[in-house]
């Protein structure tokens, strides 16, 4: 199969998370036709609201598995929703001078498309070991019923891979500049400011909610994160929403609330922040938190080394490891094996006409067969 036509109809899927628009099936039908034996898995939420397809892939032809490595690629197929202005139609998988165009293409459609091409090009060689695929639904909204239910169905299966490789973006400026070892942690905390509403004439009547909420947003601005554990970029926290339920200008609002969005490295557990966010605080002031995920950073050198040389010998670059940009499902794979995260630039996910370059697209899938090669002659054996 042309890596680029099934990238495409990937595209097509109008997979925006929870919908799954024949994304799997379309990734099953490939996987199967090849060889792989697929599962569909279907979990819903405790309430019942939620429901996600996933898919669990795996090629083996070894009887004796025991002291086997088995080599794991992730991915999720479910997108962002498209928004507005885009120059071409989101789901149509246009191409342009070069580049494909369509949400999802790079975030992460395009890196599953090359990994399952790349597997499917290995799997027809004389291969001896089992090589597993896992692809999610349900990535961008906190991968509950995606990744953290299909690893404990993979745990009690025992199918979980020993190494696992994550097809999301982590290139920066060219294709293979860099890896990603590891993600920050990132945390809201909603900040709601109690006041009594009055006149703004008469400052003895009333508690102004949203001064004191400035105050605060402005002193947990400025706050002096360490920054020991260098691995990580700084510790940051952005304002992201404001809100206050005022509608008159000689008003002084009773409620307003703000909402901080926190990326930290090593240094800090979400604990840690809820507690110094918090000690910065007054009696006025409550605070609601939601972390997504704790820092997290993994250095096998195995992994490291492998990877390397797959992408040096392919498209000549020698990556850099980083640990920035969002966090991943890496976080919940790390829990059971060693992972590392690689892919294609991250430069236009999320935005509105997200694209890739079409040469960026077959390196990356050659760059993943040289790493099945190698992982499968160095480390599996
Ligand atoms: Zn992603």
Request: hydrophobic fraction near 35%; proline fraction near 3%.
């Amino acid at each position: 199969m042309d890596m680029v036509s099934f990238c495409s109809d990937l595209i097509r899927c109008r997979s925006v998370t929870p919908l799954d628009g024949g994304a799997i099936d379309c990734i099953e039908n490939f996987l199967s036709s090849v060889g792989f034996d697929t599962k569909i898995l279907t979990f819903t939420s405790k309430d019942g609201s939620n429901t996600i397809k996933n898919l669990f892939a795996r090629f083996s032809n070894i009887s004796d598995q025991l002291d086997k490595k088995v080599l794991g690629f992730l991915g999720h197929s479910d997108v962002v929703p498209a928004g507005d202005s885009w120059s071409v139609d989101p789901f149509a998988a246009v191409q342009r001078n070069g580049y494909l165009i369509g949400r999802g293409v790079s975030d992460m459609k395009g890196g599953i498309a090359a990994f399952c091409c790349a597997a499917a090009t290995f799997v027809q060689r004389h291969f001896n070991g089992i090589l597993e695929i896992f692809i999610t639904g349900d990535e961008e909204v906190g991968s509950m019923e995606g990744v953290q239910s299909l690893i404990k169905w993979t745990k009690e299966n025992d199918y979980l891979p020993s190494h696992c490789l994550i097809g999301e973006p982590s290139s920066d400026v060219f294709l293979g500049d860099r890896i990603f070892l590891g993600h920050r942690g990132s945390m809201n905390a909603l900040v709601t400011a109690h006041g009594k509403q009055g006149h703004s004439a008469c400052p003895a009547n009333y508690k102004n909610s949203l001064t004191n909420l400035c105050k605060y947003v402005a002193k947990i601005s400025a706050y002096p994160w360490k920054h020991e554990d260098k691995k990580f970029p700084c510790t940051n926290l952005e304002v992201t929403m404001l809100f206050t339920n005022n509608y008159a200008a000689n008003v002084v609002p009773e409620l307003s609330s703000a909402n901080l969005n926190i990326r930290f490295g090593g240094d800090y557990s979400s604990q840690m922040l809820m507690e110094i966010l918090e000690k910065e605080g007054n009696d006025g002031l409550s605070f609601n938190f939601n972390t997504s995920g704790e820092a997290y950073y993994c250095d096998n050198e195995v992994l490291k080394h492998v990877l390397t040389e797959s992408i040096r010998e392919t498209v000549g670059l020698n990556p850099y490891f980083s640990a920035a940009g969002g966090t991943s499902d890496g976080r919940f794979m790390l829990a059971h094996c060693d992972v590392i995260e690689f892919g294609l630039r991250d430069n236009t996910m999320h935005q509105k006409d997200e694209q890739v370059k079409i040469a960026d697209l077959k390196n990356l899938e050659r760059i993943y067969l040289a790493f099945l090669q190698r992982y499968f002659e160095n480390i599996a054996q």
